[in-house]
């Protein structure tokens, strides 16, 4: 939503917007690393994750995190 509001108004298209969106980009991506999967297996009734894809998904998140404690 934020991200959304900040591309439609132009009075908003300054550097702390960017910064907001940016930050929102990365929370959008965070949470869809690992929900998808998440809402699939409760969906299924299922308690199991590949390793491969636990791998992926670890794998995922942590260079999120690394990209954002660089920043």
Excluded: V, W
């Excluded at 959008?28 to 636990?54: D, G, R, V, W």
């Amino acid at each position: 939503m934020i991200m959304l509001i900040l591309c439609m108004d132009p009075r908003l298209h300054t550097p702390m917007s960017f910064l907001l969106s940016q930050i929102s980009h990365r929370d959008l991506l965070y949470i869809s690393t690992t929900m998808p999967k998440m809402l699939l297996n409760h969906a299924m009734s299922q308690k199991e994750i590949s390793f491969a894809k636990c791998t992926t998904q670890h794998f995922l998140y942590l260079t999120l995190e690394g990209a954002e404690i660089s920043s």
